[in-house]
């Protein structure tokens, strides 16, 4: 008895040891990454429901997310607090920033051998949008998705007015004559508008086509701090301008009646970004829409089918003198693959999901709407590089002033570019901060 009891008493005694000692040791520390987002609406909710998903996948890294106001007064808080070390650890951007932040030393860059140990390779995503994340050399983001300037259209509308074909979609448009014959047509044959945008003014949907329309000309409108674009510039406003003096748009209106005027059937057409998708979707599942539509790319009114665009990115904030640990940055990438690879639910907001892998998946290939203008990924045009460009930057804001006042009369097309260059000349000719 006093034989067998032993190795029974021995393995107790391990048993207890191992509890006590497990009790005893320290317990891994949960990292928390502190994100800063310009995120709001429908890509807010997607966000938050990425990062809630992320967290209940693990337990090693915790992120809290904070919204910010988009636009100019994100920038300048995150410029702000990222320069005196109080920035969050990552924060979502758009990449026609990168020039400004990584420029101004806002951003830090992220080696290759960080992005390896996360799993992450350049070659993993769509190639402009990882080019456009690259700034001197270095890469500043990674891409999230493009969302671009597309082509929406109400196939009861568009039906009346001659303009599909025999399986209900909209018949090939090729020239800008062709698409303003469209509008024209649209207009006469249907009591609506045929075309509904953003026009207001300090709105930024007239420069985004205004750019689109050159690119497709093969026509530049900065280089080097000179303007480019030459009597194109004055020409190609003036077609934008003809659809609205004559009467097949609406001058004037501000994005929520611009909207509103397609999703109450009162416009064949709109030209507007992929991230009025989900609100189309909503609709058309309530029944509350009242028509169905399609969506193409922006279509190819001169040599080339460009669309402007731009892309949302992940990046780490500088925060000299208390810069990120390698914990840290290993945190925030582990969140940032996590997000890449699941962005498939981000593309249900209408973007086109940068990382390759998901982006070329069948899924993807069969997500509607977004198949019908999946292509667009590839003729995508960015701002112009430089310190002043890119998404509610100062340059927009000057282009906003001045662009739109052609399409109601308070200027001439060649007086508003004039106006625009004049006054943005300024700011060229300055040198590129650094913050």
Sequence with gaps: MARRGFPRAAALVATLFLVLAGVCAPARAQVEVRMWTLLSGGDGARMRSLVDDFNASQHDVRVVSTTLRWGEPFYTKLITASVVGAGPDVATIHLSRIVNLAGGGVLRPISLAE????GLRGDDYLARQWAK????????????????????????????????????NLRPIVGVDALTDAFRAATERTGRRGLTMESSQSSYAIWRLWLAMLAQQNVTIIRDGRFTYGPAGAATLARISDWFTRGYAQAGLDYPASTSQFMGGNAAFMLNGVWEVPELVRATKAGTLGFDYGIVPLPRMYANASTWADSHGFALPANPGHEPSPAKVRAVLRFVTYVSKHSLGWAEGGHIPAYRPVAESEAAKSLMPNALYAQAAHDVVYDPDGWYMGAAGPLEAIASKFLPAALYGYLTPAQAVHRFETEAARLVRKRPPRY
């Design 115 to 118: 992005l390896a140990a996360a």
């Design 133 to 168: 994340a690259q700034y001197e050399g270095r890469t500043y983001a990674v891409p999230l998705d493009v969302h671009p300037l597309v082509l929406y259209y109400n196939k009861t509308l568009a039906g009346k007015a001659g303009l599909l074909d025999a399986g209900g």
